[in-house]
């Protein structure tokens, strides 16, 4: 079973938006417990933070690419992790990928997450 499945990826041009989802089912802890990450890799390059929300007082952190543009989000109830992102960009181009680090306290480094979902595409065109 896969822990995480990211949902809302696609082709969109400059300036749209998308909306990313990730279903939790496959945690063995609540999905309450877990603080949420989104990153991201581009063809060639290596994956990097994009946003984190916290699992008890839900603070956000952002990479600098992504502020006053993406918005992260969770719904408890629902096991649900989202990206809102905004004014898209052709730099935006990237799979992006939803990760869960139990207890954590928003790390920018990948290797603090304990799950890991398969990626979603996202394309921006020019």
């Known amino acids: 079973q896969v822990p995480l499945v990211e949902s809302g990826g696609g082709l969109v041009q400059a300036g749209g938006s998308l909306r990313l989802s990730c279903a939790a089912s496959g945690l063995t802890s609540s999905f309450s417990w877990y603080t949420m990450g989104w990153f991201r890799q581009a063809p060639g390059k290596e994956r990097e933070f994009v946003a984190s929300?916290?699992?008890?007082?839900?603070?956000?952190y952002y990479a600098t690419s992504g502020k006053g543009r993406f918005t992260i989000s969770r719904d408890n109830t629902k096991n649900t992790a989202y990206l809102q992102m905004n004014s898209l960009k052709p730099d935006d181009t990237a799979v992006y990928y939803c990760?869960?680090?139990?207890?954590?306290?928003?790390?920018?480094?990948?290797?603090?997450?304990?799950?890991w979902g398969q990626g979603t595409q996202v394309t921006v065109s020019s």
């Open positions: 929300i916290g699992w008890d007082t839900g603070t956000t």
């Open positions: 990760a869960a680090d139990k207890y954590g306290t928003g790390e920018t480094y990948g290797g603090r997450y304990e799950y």
